[in-house]
């Protein structure tokens, strides 16, 4: 993957090693992305929705790549309207052998940045209560839990959190 071509364009940013950019959620990459958190989610019993990673949300509004200093997309994620004024985190993974190198919190203040600049209020985002790692991760980040919400309010597993800018 050819870095300069990933990194080029208004919504890209480099901090440290680390590379963010926009990209299509359709993206080959992104797919690939998604398809290893859902064999991940498999492999770890937390699979509860299956999940098309070709599925393109009818509400998406923006969708990032975060990348390693050779250009290698490690993660990525997505903004999808929750409410006015309130962005969902959709879809955020970042590959199990790039944890800890700095590129979740990157990625996130990333999409963070972006809900901001499209007169966001708040995120808000779900994961299962299963993973403790990711509570830990969005709870480190600044997110209080809140109640499931939407299409997360009958699954059981479901654990939902917000931050308010």
Not at 17 to 22: F, G, K, S
Not at 67 to 82: E, K, N, P, R
Request: charged share 25%.
């Amino acid at each position: 993957m050819n870095t300069e071509q990933r990194t080029a364009g208004p919504t890209s940013r480099t901090v440290g090693a680390l590379h963010v950019w926009e990209e299509r959620f359709d993206d080959e990459a992104a797919v690939r992305l998604r398809a290893l958190a859902r064999l991940e989610r498999a492999q770890l019993g937390t699979e509860r929705v299956p999940i098309d990673p070709h599925n393109v949300p009818d509400d998406l509004v923006v969708h990032l790549m975060v990348g390693d200093q050779f250009g290698t997309a490690i993660g990525c994620g997505a903004l999808v309207v929750a409410d006015e004024g309130v962005f969902e985190i959709y879809r955020f993974y970042v590959r199990f052998d790039a944890r800890g190198s700095g590129a979740g919190g990157v990625l996130l203040g990333a999409l963070e940045r972006a809900a901001v600049e499209r007169s966001g209020s708040a995120t808000v985002v779900e994961t299962s209560s299963s993973l403790s790692d990711t509570v830990r991760f969005f709870q480190r980040h600044g997110y209080q839990q809140i109640a499931p919400w939407g299409r997360y309010a009958t699954r059981p597993t479901s654990v939902c959190f917000s931050k308010v800018f």
